[in-house]
């Protein structure tokens, strides 16, 4: 008892602690925390006391703080933080934590704390006002800021309740703690689940809105400002805007909010100075998020949170701020390229890029070198992770560089290559080639996902959006496509994956993408030796075809007792994505005709001829709209033009009568030729 005095005191070193351990190992404190039986005239809790304050001792020395006989009492120091309190047991609690936290700093400490209901108990010492519960809260936010994923898998509702407490304290308070509550409250709020899946977390999310409505509507130092910031950011990544209320004082302070972050950024980034620069990164970054939801709310026709005046000037103001940050990314230096907050920078970008393309046209066409540059050197360093997913607030903390930086510049990139003078940039600076690479990349990644071809991904995405920008191309630059050898590889790939991925449920637009692609470059790349009746150019026409002949069918018409044409059901839910693909495709597949001999032979093994004759005879003509009768009747007149057999099966089939009933004059005209 005498060494448990000495160890209370404080006053050893670490070679003295090791020397009682070995002295008294771990059996003796065992049998200390096991004993019921105080000695006569002491309080209960004698034994345990004492056990706990050698542990404790033991703990201090990090060897034994992981020690599977340290690890197994994490359940007695749950029960010790939770059991009642009385004056005599504070120092067994001033234990635990010690053990506690000297666990925590292991390498397999916070695994076991979090599978051993650790969570649990520091959440009711904290909720309870508890002695020490300061010291609980500080564990827990070690412990989240490991594992967040799991405590919230197995302690959602006891995180729910410190939650509820914080925020409760964060809107009565007036005093400076409501500023460092806005510090802590960020680590309780779970990206999943969603907090307003349930009453407590809406609850707990329209205090936050509360709170941080009063904070921002008052007179703020910078030290105060950023952190109510940060936690604004914070709850937008979790829940998007849906923890703002709607009318009128909701849409006030989104409003606030965004312009708060745009003269945030503005203030940052204009001058920036780079010392002050590094310190404030992670704010800028936090308005970044501000910024995109500010964005998304302008684009939001269905429920708007924002009215148009509102939308009106926060796109003006917004405008400002991306002044800004083309003003920041043309002063990166190369060696700067590996900060994280760069990659913050091109990522919002890449958000206004998209949605907004004749603002600031000038600025982005002269910075397009840049991204260029940065997309392709983050891609060719990182290959591998490039198909890791992407974080989507980017932390400056660490050295984990996110490599996709391309992901979020497509959007923007499809907008810019239908136009002349930011095309021929992006053409000169490479990125045709960057892209054919990426999209090769990306269709490897999707196709080796497990469960192959999961639900729509952003990687999908990626593919389709790429795929827009190469039929601009293919409209507007037929020279590029025929010399720049990487369309010969892009072509190739388009041959082989397109059967694979058709007979795919879940996956038409994309489908359509490659189809369309496909049929469009082929037109071009028609003497390319992959596209001479190989196995691969058959397997892909069939399944162009198919996809072409299989969107239209019959149902019965509401208005009449007759049948009307209409989209197929298995077309029907993606149409408004696919229709202007399955035009093009027609028409491309119309000029496809002529260039390759064989290709009549495929429509006639598909049966299509006889497929379109039945559903024009059955159908009311009216049913059937002229965009569609034209379609129709271009790849028909190519076919009747170029191959007997199918003028023959078109004649077979009342094709001169039905012609005439949809008026598809150049049709009957070939049909009449002898």
Known sequence: LQVTKAVRAGELDAKTRRQIFHAIGFTFPNRLLASRQPPAGCPEHTFRALGLTLLACFCTDPELAGHSQILNKIPTFNDILVSSCNPDSTSMIDDVYQCLSAVMATSRGPRELVTKGTVSALCQAYVNCSYGSDRALTLLLGLLAIAEAKCWQRDAPHLLAVLSKLTNDFLKTEDMTKFELCEVL????????????????????????????NILGSKLSQSQRDPALKLAACLVQACGSEWIPAGNAGSKFLALLVNLACVEVRLMLEEPDPLEMEGKKEVVTACYVLIEMGIQECLRE???????????????????????????LRQVKQEELQDPFIFASVRILGAWMAEETSSLKQEICELLPFLVHYAKKLFKEGSPAASLPQPELVSTEGSGLPQ????????????????????DILISEGAPALLCEYFLHQWEVLTSEPGSLTPLTSTEMSLQTACGIFLNLVVTAPDLIRQDKTFSSLMDMLLKSLPLLLPQKDHLVLAANLATLGLMMARILASSAVLQGTPSAQEFFGAAIHFLSQAHTTQADPGSDGLAAAVSPAYASAWADVRELWFLGMQALAGCVPLFPWLPQAVLQARWLEGLSELLTRVAPASVDFELIAAFQGVLVELA??????????????????????????????????
């Open 186 to 213: 960020p680590h309780f709020i779970p990206l999943s689940p969603p907090l307003t899946q349930d009453s407590q977390g809406c609850e707990c999310l329209h205090r936050l809105y509360k709170g941080l409505a």
């Open 404 to 423: 996709d930086a391309l992901r979020f510049l497509l959007p923007g990139f499809c907008h810019l290559t239908a136009e002349d003078r930011p095309r």
């Open 641 to 674: 033009r170029a191959s007997k057999l199918c003028r023959d099966v078109i004649l077979s089939h009342h094709g001169g009568e039905w012609a005439n009933l949809y008026g598809m004059a150049a049709l009957e005209q070939c049909l009449s030729e002898q």
């Open 302 to 328: 269905e429920k708007p949170l924002l009215e148009e005046v509102q939308k009106v000037q926060l796109v003006r103001i917004m405008e400002e701020a991306f002044g800004a940050v083309i003003f920041y």
